[in-house]
């Protein structure tokens, strides 16, 4: 199916049928990385556009080289964004485009290792921008997600957010949703969960999963009682608006239920995932947002653990994690 994006390219046209030439998702103890992080108007690559891009190159264990650039995304983001992140239109006026930004900041990632937290988030984004860019580009970096590796080297804690983390590890300052202060915060949560690991006797090899099963509310109940519980759908709550393209709800629901995770008919402050149906989707709606995206946006605004999803990305979370 091809898949109209933009990513401040005007009307370029991109066909999206899988991402068959990303990279890897690793668990390893690194010297030498380069630490990324992007801000973006939404989470779903298809629909959202990136506006700040930072990074730092640490080699031999320091931090020798950043990156920092804020992205003009082509139209005026919304105030939902400008409050989580602080990035506001008058700061994007005179930033360049993405298209400007793109090429330098791959230049400066090189073919180094990626270290990022929700990584499959930030590489999905380039990935898809690199094809906007130039249809036979790819953007292959393997990659090493610290929520990922959090999951791994913490199984009895619930949250992994890195705010959670910095917390957690006693890491001062907080975080700020912006790009190169996400990035610092990252590089020193990888920075001390490998020490942790070290001091621990703990292997990276050994956090790889041997093997990894299979996902309204009070009526949909698991057909398996073997949960892996370091994956990232394992003890969330997933709420559900609009109509769903690929699959009836019931079904959607079935499949959170099935990797143990939860779900909810309505948004709570206990809710972690809010899936938007296609028809709740749109980056053009200002005022068209469903009464449970509102509430949503609330609690995200307020610090609580809840992400916005659309469809493709809950579909992407279930197939990384199946």
């Not at 300052?173 to 590089?187: C, F, M, P, Q, Y």
């Not at 939860?262 to 809710?271: A, F, I, L, R, Y």
Request: charged share 30%.
């Amino acid at each position: 199916m091809d898949i109209r994006i933009s990513f401040g390219f005007g009307n370029n046209e991109k066909s999206i049928a899988q991402r068959e030439f990303k990279g890897k998702s690793l668990l390893k103890e690194l010297d030498d990385y380069v630490v990324l992080d992007l801000e973006t108007t939404g989470l779903d690559p298809d629909y959202d556009d990136i506006i700040e891009m930072a990074a730092i190159k640490v080699e031999n264990k320091n931090i020798v080289d950043q990156f920092q650039s804020l992205v003009n995304p082509g139209y005026e983001i919304d105030d939902f964004i400008t409050d989580l992140t602080g990035i506001t239109n008058e700061m994007l006026k005179d930033a360049p485009g993405v298209k400007n930004v793109l090429p330098q900041f791959l230049s400066f990632i090189g073919d180094s290792v990626i270290v990022a937290h929700n990584a499959n988030f930030d590489i999905n984004f380039l990935y898809d921008a690199c094809g906007c860019l130039k249809p036979s580009m790819y953007f292959k970096n393997d990659f090493v997600d610290t929520m990922r590796l959090s999951r791994r080297l913490f199984v009895k804690e619930r949250h992994h957010r890195l705010s959670d983390l910095a917390e957690r590890f006693g890491i001062k300052g907080s975080v700020e949703h912006r790009a190169l202060s996400d990035v610092i915060k990252t590089n020193q949560c990888y920075d001390y969960m490998k020490r942790y690991a070290k001091n621990s006797g703990i292997l990276f090899e050994s956090l790889y999963p041997l093997h990894k099963t299979g996902v309204r509310a009070s009526d949909i109940t698991a057909t398996t009682s073997e949960f892996d519980e370091t994956n990232a759908i394992f003890g969330k709550i997933f709420v559900f608006t609009g109509a769903l393209q690929r699959m009836v709800r019931k079904d959607a629901m079935q499949l959170v239920v099935n990797m143990g995770g939860k779900c909810g008919d309505g948004v709570t402050k206990d809710t972690n995932y809010l899936v938007l149906g296609n028809n709740d989707y749109c980056s053009s709606i200002k005022d068209g947002k469903s009464s449970k995206q509102k509430k949503a946006e609330k609690y995200k605004a307020s610090g609580r653990d809840i992400e916005i999803i659309s469809e493709n990305v809950f579909y992407e979370m279930l197939s990384e994690n199946s």
